[in-house]
């Protein structure tokens, strides 16, 4: 069982930046691959990046450029730096996890991810 919690999120005007953490609970390495997810009020749950435990990324085509994933102090821990924030950013952002090696660059499907976090918000004001 892995338990994700998120933390960082909040309000901030166009153009601000924003980071967002999860820590997994997990007895060990987590040794699989990690993500953020945001969904917005009548809108499907998208992928936004993905580490895996090797380091290998994945981005949303929306947020290249703008957004950064990176692992913290150990591989139980993944941030999300957000720049260049706009109205569009603005959703519920969950973090998730699957405790699987993994070769290559790691999915952004929901379909791949064992493990949710509750989700934190992010308000973009314009």
């Known amino acids: 069982q892995v338990q994700l919690v998120e933390s960082g999120g909040g309000s901030v005007q166009a153009g601000g930046s924003l980071r967002l953490s999860c820590t997994a609970s997990?007895?060990?390495?987590?040794?699989?691959?990690m993500a953020w997810f945001r969904q917005s009020p009548g809108k499907e749950r998208e992928g936004v990046a993905a580490i895996t435990s090797d380091g290998n990324t994945r981005y949303a085509d929306s947020v290249k450029g703008r957004f950064t994933i990176s692992q913290g102090n150990n591989e139980n821990v993944v941030h999300l730096q957000m720049n260049s924030l706009n109205s569009d950013d603005s959703a519920m952002y969950y973090c998730?996890?699957?405790?699987?090696?993994?070769?290559?660059?790691?999915?952004?499907?929901?379909?791949?991810?064992?493990?949710w976090g509750q989700g934190t918000q992010v308000t973009v004001s314009s």
């Open positions: 997990r007895i060990g390495s987590m040794n699989g691959f």
């Open positions: 998730a996890a699957t405790p699987q090696e993994w070769s290559g660059r790691p999915p952004l499907t929901t379909a791949a991810y064992r493990y």
